[in-house]
């Protein structure tokens, strides 16, 4: 009886220390990407995804997402491209896989947040990328909604692959969904280990650029990425490699792009007419890729925000051109569709192909 009487004295005081803590029985707690400790009373039910982290919340839930989410975007919700060269909701894989998202309510007004409207949805949770930790505490504070900053940026690097599956697990503890997030770093860790080792050993490394890489909108010719995720992940050398250290969208030169001499050229297609158009003037008649015909289209990557089944794909389609013994037995398309199936739940390069172009050689001719 002793013993039965200091059980349930524990268990009470281990109760009351949740209770004053805030952290009541069945709660869910988690430290956000940015570091501040979020709380919420139970596994959300009802969420809001903006800035770019609906994608994540569509790879966790996927088509459980149609019921749990509440709102979106409203680049997400447009059908046309703005002015023709941002995107719109139907040029985003996830979108496309599930466009009965389309038809929920935008939660920005004149691109700014519309809190009035978000604190009408009612969501148990707020995810929310490239913020700080004070805008996002004062953005919880306005709500009274939990908000949560995760990570919805580029995955090239080591680094940046670590932050971004801390925040997949950080999601899926908040949805209920850690042994999905724990599946889908495992694909997209061993998809990137077994495109290096494919390529490891490759004695001559092919010379190749990025061309029309968006950011803020589709870019020309000289957008590019110096750190483009799959040249990384395939060993092969990025031409405008030396430009930064980090992998994001910039501007080159046209005399630095003509003096690297690519010997491939890949065209995100998010941009493809400027860059054809741009391809065709004489002064670039010179560079081994043009005299070769070795223009290629890719998927856009970096496509508000970035999708990283895109930029996996682009991967083995980038390596079967280049390095075609190493990727013989490939079939790019297949292996997108595989991709999108795995992280959305369908299948949808056919529709990306049918908008953008999908994995082709591009004629200058």
Same mark, same amino acid.
């Given at each position: ?105 935008? =939660?920005? %007004? !004149?691109?700014?947040?519309?809190? $009035? ?5 009612? #969501?148990?949770?707020? &995810?929310? @990328? ?115 250290? =980090?992998? %994001? !969208?910039?501007?080159?030169?046209? $005399? ?5 001499? #690519?010997?491939?050229? &890949?065209? @995100? ?97």
């Amino acid at each position: 009886m002793k013993d039965r009487g200091c059980l349930l004295t524990c268990l009470a005081v281990v109760t009351l220390v949740f209770l004053v803590s805030g952290m009541a029985l069945g709660s869910v707690s988690v430290i956000d990407v940015v570091g501040r400790h979020v709380v919420l009373t139970a596994t959300a039910e009802k969420v809001l995804a903006i800035s770019c982290s609906l994608r994540e919340v569509v790879y966790l839930l996927q088509s459980e997402s149609v019921k749990r989410v509440v709102g979106l975007e409203a680049r997400e919700k447009m059908s046309r491209r703005q002015e023709g060269k941002y995107p719109c909701g139907m040029d985003l894989p996830y979108m496309m896989a599930y466009p009965s998202l389309s038809k929920l309510p935008a =939660v920005r %007004k !004149g691109g700014a947040l519309n809190l $009035e409207e978000i604190v009408k949805l009612s #969501p148990d949770v707020v &995810f929310t @990328s490239f913020i700080t930790a004070e805008d996002a505490s004062k953005l919880q504070e306005k709500l009274k909604i939990p908000v949560v900053v995760v990570y919805s940026g580029p995955i090239g690097t080591v680094r940046q692959r670590k932050i971004y599956f801390k925040s997949l697990y950080l999601m899926g503890k908040v949805l209920g969904r850690v042994r999905r997030a724990e599946a889908i770093v495992k694909y997209l860790s061993s998809n990137i280990r077994k495109l290096k080792n494919m390529t490891k050993d490759v004695s001559k490394k092919a010379k190749v650029y990025i061309a029309g890489r968006a950011y803020y909108g589709s870019h020309g010719l000289l957008g590019t990425d110096p750190h483009w995720p799959p040249f990384e992940w395939i060993n092969a050398e990025n031409v405008a490699g030396r430009v930064a250290k =980090v992998g %994001k !969208g910039i501007g080159v030169g046209k $005399e630095a792009l003509i003096g690297w001499n #690519p010997e491939y050229i &890949f065209v @995100s297609e998010a941009s493809v007419s400027s860059v054809v158009s741009q391809l065709k003037n004489p002064i670039y008649a010179g560079m081994s890729a043009v005299k070769q015909d070795r223009v290629y289209g890719v998927l856009p990557y970096c496509w508000f925000a970035y999708n990283k089944g895109s930029a996996l794909a682009d991967a083995y389609y980038v390596g079967k051109v280049i390095y075609p013994d190493r990727f013989a037995g490939v079939d790019p398309a297949k292996k997108a569709d595989e991709t999108y199936r795995f992280l959305l739940g369908k299948g949808v390069y056919e529709q990306m192909r049918r908008i953008f172009g999908g994995f082709v050689r591009i004629s200058l001719k």
